[in-house]
C-alpha cells in the first residue's frame, strides 16, 4: 500500500513545509553546504550585529528619557530607525556575500 519510501513513515515538520511549498509551485530551497569556517564567520557576524543592536537600543531608550518635544522624540525615533536598518542591511550583504560562491 506503501506508494514510495519518501512518502511512508513519519515525517518530520520540515519535510511536511516542504511538501507544501512544492504543492504549491514554489522551489525547495537550496541545500548549500556551507563550510564549518563559513559557518563560524556568518555566526560571528550575527553576534556582532546583535550586540550593535542591544547598544542601539539602549542608547535609543537613553535619548528618549531625556526627550518630552513630540517633534524632538520623533526625530530621535527616526533616527534610530534609521540606524537600526544600517545596521541590519549591513549584517545581511556580509552574510549574503560569505554564501555566494567566490
Same mark, same amino acid.
Given at each position: ?12 515538520? /520540515?519535510?511536511? @513545509? !516542504? ?5 504549491? %509551485?514554489?522551489? *525547495? =530551497? &537550496?541545500?548549500? %553546504?556551507?563550510? =564549518? ?8 557576524? *550575527? ?5 550593535? !543592536?542591544?547598544? !542601539?537600543?539602549? !542608547? ?5 528619557? %531625556?526627550?518630552?518635544? =513630540?517633534?524632538?522624540?520623533?526625530? #530621535?525615533?527616526?533616527? /534610530?530607525?534609521?540606524? $537600526?536598518?544600517? #545596521?541590519? @542591511?549591513? &549584517?545581511? $550583504?556580509?552574510?549574503? &556575500?560569505?554564501?555566494? =560562491?567566490?
Amino acid at each position: 500500500m506503501a506508494r514510495d519510501d519518501k512518502t511512508t513513515g513519519m515525517k518530520s515538520a /520540515y519535510d511536511l @513545509a !516542504l511538501e507544501r511549498l512544492e504543492e504549491q %509551485g514554489i522551489e *525547495r =530551497p &537550496r541545500d548549500e %553546504g556551507l563550510s =564549518p569556517e563559513v559557518r563560524e564567520q556568518i555566526a560571528e557576524l *550575527r553576534k556582532q550585529s546583535e550586540a550593535k !543592536l542591544a547598544e !542601539l537600543e539602549i !542608547l535609543f531608550r537613553d535619548s528618549l528619557k %531625556g526627550t518630552v518635544d =513630540p517633534s524632538e522624540r520623533a526625530k #530621535v525615533e527616526e533616527e /534610530y530607525a534609521a540606524e $537600526r536598518h544600517r #545596521v541590519e @542591511a549591513r &549584517r545581511d $550583504r556580509e552574510i549574503e &556575500r560569505l554564501r555566494s =560562491p567566490s
